[in-house]
């Protein structure tokens, strides 16, 4: 059989299981198990356990139940709500300040827990709720807490970003640094259009008022004193220093990432502890629970992915794909777009921890051989996977939000984040055009120049 005939058929077979409604970990892995029986020795599946345990035996994975653990802690806890609270209160004079609040306190949020379905729940459902009450329309309400709890994805401590890294045998600290500035240009933009968008929902609503009397309670005046400001700090300066802690802890070199995760995990659970009094074992119960829910059911994604990856390189699936494109001789731009094209593709029917570990071994080649910096090219690729997220079909921040607002239609939900979808292909463009919003960061704090695009 040729290769081009095999591997045909591999994407043909992976595409049907996936149609076919199993879970994504199941389908990759039966797709690997059925050509490991068809087309590798009769032997190699009397190694599947061993492949798969050898594949995750990564120091780097190890990270990854200690910082949902982490986040855990912080989303079954009212730190979502409370941050929120208090970035209203202290940005309440600021024209569109409410939609700039939950902008913030999302990027916050996403920071601490690391997760993008917990920052919109989160932040969502304050967040929500009382910018409707303040008159703002319920599609942008919905769309500007979906898009701020993509920045999960993007802003350190990131799983899809770890497993990057372990993807493309790049440096996590590295990884999680260039992040930063590209995490602090998309929370501009959305700040900036959130300010925007309140300008024109004012505008139309003091034209109503005018025309018909009927005032939108947007056009309230709402004020708050130093005291109610300094009230609201107490329950939030302990996560912010704990957000602080481990960065310092991590880029300080005095703990490595897995290290750094633990820390960051037993201290969540002591503030949760201390500040809401999160501590007996009916409350903690919960917090564990969703810990080993999510790790198990990320882990055994992680394990078929690779599963599904070492199956395609032993049949040299993925080397010739690669080969091919490299054959093709495309510009450098050209092979990057083709390559994005195909990432948003996929972010239509699969979430960002299968996207990395089944395409790496396709588009890291070609990429490196192009000469783009694979590190710089991760925040791309992370960026345009956020979009996959709160784009349809599989959109789940959508979905998170449709759970936290069941009365905001659908369709007005996938409208309000339209304008974050541009905004984000928008950042892709500035950092292709200004490679330093990813590069400077990591270059100037670990002190190694890497090789540039």
Known sequence: ?????????????????????????????????????????????????????????????????????????????????????????????????????????????????????????????????????????????????????????????????????????????????????????????????????????????????KRSGTASALLAKETFTQREKFEMLPRVVPFVVLLIGVMVALYGGFATPSETAGIGAILALVLVAVVYGVWRPRDVAPILESTLKESTMLMFIIGMSLLFSYVMSYLHISQSVAEWVVAMQMSKWALLAAVLLMVIFLGFFLPPVSIILMTAPIILPPLKAAGFDLIWFGVLMTIVMETGLIHPPVGLNIFVIKNIAPDIPLNQIIWGVVPFVLLMILAVVLICVFPGIATALPDWAMGVEVPRR
Request: aromatic content about 12%.
């Open 1 to 209: 059989m040729s290769m081009l005939t095999l591997g045909s058929l591999f994407g043909v077979v992976t595409l049907l299981f996936m149609f076919s409604g199993a879970p994504i970990s199941f389908a990759l892995g039966s797709v690997a198990v059925l050509f490991m029986y068809l087309f590798m020795p009769a032997s190699a599946l009397d190694t599947v356990t061993q492949n798969v345990y050898e594949e995750m035996a990564s120091i780097t994975l190890l990270s990854i139940p200690l910082f949902i653990l982490k986040g855990a802690a912080i989303g079954k806890s009212r730190a979502g709500q409370d941050l929120y609270a208090a970035m209203h209160v202290w940005m309440g004079r600021i024209p569109g300040g409410l939609g700039i609040a939950n902008v913030f306190a999302c990027a916050l949020f996403a920071a601490m827990a690391g997760s993008s379905p917990a920052t919109c729940s989160a932040i969502g459902s304050a967040g929500i709720p009382e910018m409707r009450r303040r008159g703002y329309s319920p599609g942008f309400a919905a769309g500007i807490i979906a898009a701020g709890g993509t920045l999960g994805i993007l802003l350190p401590p990131s799983v899809t970003m770890i497993l990057y890294a372990v993807a493309a045998e790049q440096s996590l600290g590295r990884l999680f640094l260039a992040g930063i500035f590209p995490g602090v240009l998309l929370v501009g933009l959305f700040a900036t259009y959130a300010a925007y968008r309140w300008r024109q929902e004012y505008a139309l609503a003091e034209a109503e008022f």
